[in-house]
């Protein structure tokens, strides 16, 4: 005759010993879990807290609705902001003459329109395209030291 009971009660004592550990750690994964929803949902961007534009809706707001319903937003993109990234760019400084600034993208095709700037006024002017910021070599000192406009949106 095989002794099947104590072997029964030792797979279901084991289960329920794992199956307790399991819970437990599901516990902990979702109280992380719901910290960095919570976290992501708080910053606009990885490199932005807040929203640069009057029309934009919060992280928060943008991220409800039908299209958004069981998904995990973790898996999401969350792109840098790239108002931040252009406003760590130098101010290019042209000098001589060159009272234009001339601005097409730089990268060829995948640039965009050639537009032409006008640096008669002094500060930093911005390319209405790509961000880049030109200014005249005779306002550097101006600029440097706060008296002209450096023209970053923020």
């Given at each position: 005759m095989l002794r099947l009971a104590p072997r029964k009660t030792a797979v279901a004592s084991t289960s329920r010993f794992f199956s307790t550990c399991l819970r437990?750690?599901?516990?902990a994964v979702d109280?992380?879990?719901?910290?960095?929803?919570?976290?992501?949902?708080?910053n606009q961007a990885p490199n932005r807290?807040?929203?640069?534009?009057?029309?934009?809706k919060p992280r928060a707001e943008a991220l409800s609705g039908v299209r958004i319903v069981q998904r995990d937003i973790e898996l999401q993109p969350r792109p840098y902001a790239g108002i931040e990234l252009i406003a760590q760019k130098p101010i290019e400084y042209l000098s001589g003459h060159d009272n234009i600034a001339v601005c097409d993208g730089g990268r060829g095709v995948q640039g965009h329109p050639k537009i032409f700037i006008n640096l008669d006024k002094p500060g930093a002017h911005p390319c209405q395209y790509c961000g880049t910021r030109y200014a005249h070599e005779k306002y550097k000192a101006g600029i440097e030291s706060g008296e002209f406009p450096n023209n970053v949106k923020s």
């Open positions: 437990l750690r599901q516990t109280t992380d879990k719901e910290a960095r929803v919570a976290e992501i949902l708080s807290h807040d929203t640069w534009a009057p029309s934009q």
